[in-house]
């Protein structure tokens, strides 16, 4: 049902945005005749093709300086392992159908920025053709995947067969908008809003009090307009993205030149923006309109009857609060092929914010802790990827893990067990008005948010505070 929702809120916005584009005028609407795939943008954009071959969006990996352990390794999701789909590398592109025959799963190249091939570290005027520009700068443009007659698969536009249909859709070009983004931004995981928690179909078009800065009816800010960086390069990486596009120049509220460190008329709130990050107060909870993901249990198969498919057992939560932690800008990672390192609650850490109460350059962030079960190699301590693709049609999950560990540590028939994992991801949207920000009695009270000790802290430091002046 929940599919036949997303599927259904699509249309609609592809009817909405169609009607919405027939009254615009597009730049590139006397650029060229006829779209011709790739090639047609690549006779005036070489050179950006080129930069963009060299970015996150495109190679999914890349420098890793913000990952402690990296050792100046390039990481992304490309080469490392996640707790949601596990591993792009082992389910890239193809048409997995259940027993019905009804196409289940396309692979993960679905949110690549590519037309199926996958990303090379060297650049050819193959890779080049491999771009797909009209997914980030197309309007109402859709894509399905298709085989050819060689048996390999290529995203093609669905309009391919309709000349007409497929020039005008080509011919509106702008700048990444919030609902091109959220094509694959949302979607990722496997579901609307299974990932990130607070990138929901919501932000296209919102209003103020569900976030101040993408509000249609207020500053209508697109994601571009704080995450641009130069030659198709990205600010911003929250704490759990491996690979960095623009790491010398971190993306910040204070940073960015919009506020000031000092934002507030009241001194008790600028005292706290010294070691508080912004989205503690002014995310008070995310997942308001879509449940995101919080906890995914590949031990444990679940059948799915509307859509005659597997799945792990997902926890689904919808209005969660963040858990907050200490945060320098650095992260730890888990890598494959290395062991296991676990937190204080036993369960491995899949990434993890550094930082302390004692570390000067950390403040207090808000993050969705996702919870995850993942198979674990016997003897190694390594974490193994799941053939995905493979498990979703029949739910055998002792075969897709020995055949991801046979694909990515060359191991055959691998004896695993499973362990508990944790993943701290950043939540940086859905920033609310004032009116609608935490205030002082939801951390500093008896049932407060906030755990202080976990923190640091022996107690409430207000209390603390208050302690000491009335012995004054």
């Known amino acids: 049902m929940k599919y036949l929702v997303t599927i259904g809120f699509l249309l609609l ?74 591993s792009p590398a082992n389910n890239w592109i193809g048409l997995v159908k259940n027993s019905r025959g009804d196409i289940i799963s396309r692979g993960c190249s679905a949110c690549h920025a590519g037309l199926g091939k996958m990303p090379s570290d060297k650049m050819s005027d193959a890779q080049l053709q491999n771009i797909d520009c009209l997914i980030c700068h197309a309007s109402g443009y859709r894509r399905e995947l298709f085989e050819t007659p060689e048996g390999a698969f290529e995203w093609k536009p669905l309009l391919w067969k309709n000349r007409e249909g497929l020039d005008s859709v080509s011919k509106r070009i702008s700048l990444p908008t919030r609902a091109m983004c959220l094509r694959c931004h949302n979607a990722s995981g496997g579901g609307a809003n299974f990932k990130r928690g607070d990138l929901e179909y919501k932000l296209a078009d919102c209003d103020r009090d569900y976030d101040v800065h993408m509000a249609t009816d207020g500053k209508n800010m697109q994601c ?64 308001r309109d879509e449940a995101t993901d919080m906890m995914r249990d590949w031990s444990k198969p679940a059948y799915i009857e509307a859509s005659d498919r597997y799945s792990a057992s997902i926890t689904l939560q919808k209005d969660v609060k963040p858990v907050f932690a200490w945060f320098n800008g650095l992260t ?3 890598l494959p092929g290395e062991p296991v390192t676990r937190l204080k609650d036993g369960s491995v850490g899949m990434m993890v914010p550094q930082g302390s109460r004692l570390d000067p350059k950390a403040k207090l962030f808000a993050f969705k802790l996702h919870k995850g079960r993942m198979p674990l190699l016997a003897q190694k301590n390594w974490l193994i990827p799941i053939m995905v693709e493979q498990f979703f049609p029949n739910g055998k999950i002792d075969p897709a893990v020995k055949e991801a560990a046979k694909a990515m540590y060359k191991i055959e028939d691998a004896q695993f067990t499973w362990t508990d994992t944790s993943r701290y991801m950043g ?31 022996k107690g409430d430091p207000l209390n603390v505070l208050l302690k000491s002046n009335s012995r004054k």
């Open 224 to 287: 571009v307009t704080c995450h641009a960086g130069e030659d198709h390069r990205v600010r911003g990486r929250g704490a759990d993205l491996a690979g960095s596009d623009m790491p010398s120049k971190p993306l910040t509220c204070d940073a960015s030149g919009c506020h000031s460190a000092t934002p507030h008329k009241a001194e008790a709130l600028n005292h706290h923006t010294k070691r508080i990050n912004c989205t503690v107060c002014h995310i008070p909870s995310f997942a």
């Open 427 to 457: 939540i940086f949207h859905g920033v609310q008005p004032a009116k609608k920000a935490l205030t002082c009695l939801d951390c500093h009270s008896a049932n407060g948010r906030v755990d202080w000790k976990a923190l640091g802290y």
């Open 13 to 86: 916005m592809l009817v909405v945005g169609f009607a919405r584009d027939q009254e615009k005028q597009y730049t590139h609407a006397d650029y060229f005749e006829h779209y011709e795939g790739t090639q047609t943008c690549l006779q005036c954009h070489r050179k950006d093709a080129e930069n963009f071959f060299h970015s996150q969006h495109y190679q999914w990996r890349g420098n890793a300086p913000q990952i402690v352990n990296a050792r100046k390794r390039q990481l992304g999701k490309l080469n490392t392992i996640n707790d949601f789909c596990t």
């Open 332 to 334: 730890r990672a888990y």
